[in-house]
């Protein structure tokens, strides 16, 4: 009766793990949609992703690398759902850097 008790228990708490996402192909980046808003049709949210560096060059090619990434994993829009200017101290001296978080989707 006591190892019937402990098998149940233990089979409750054994938990398969979740599934792996799904894998799509990659898309090209000249495709890719900058989207404000969240598509209204179905879509599969890929990961998030955050820029930060200091406007200009620097954020230009946080962003081309963002895009590429983005493009590889086969997302097909990326949707802004953030994007803020703030002063920093980097190396004693007080720079404005520009955070932008991005959604990667796939619809």
Request: charged content about 20%; some cysteine; glycine content about 2%.
């Amino acid at each position: 009766m006591i190892a019937v008790a402990v098998h149940l228990c233990t089979a409750c708490a054994t938990r398969k793990p979740p599934p792996a996402p799904p894998v799509y192909p990659p898309t090209s980046e000249s495709s890719l949609k900058q989207l404000t808003y969240l598509p209204s049709v179905h879509y599969y949210s890929l990961e998030t992703v955050t820029i930060e560096a200091e406007p200009g060059n620097q954020y230009a090619a946080a962003l081309k690398e963002a895009r590429e990434g983005a493009a590889s994993k086969g997302a097909n829009a990326m949707v802004l759902m953030q994007d803020k200017e703030f002063p920093q101290k980097v190396n004693r001296q007080l720079k404005t850097i520009r955070r932008t978080v991005f959604q990667v989707v796939r619809f």
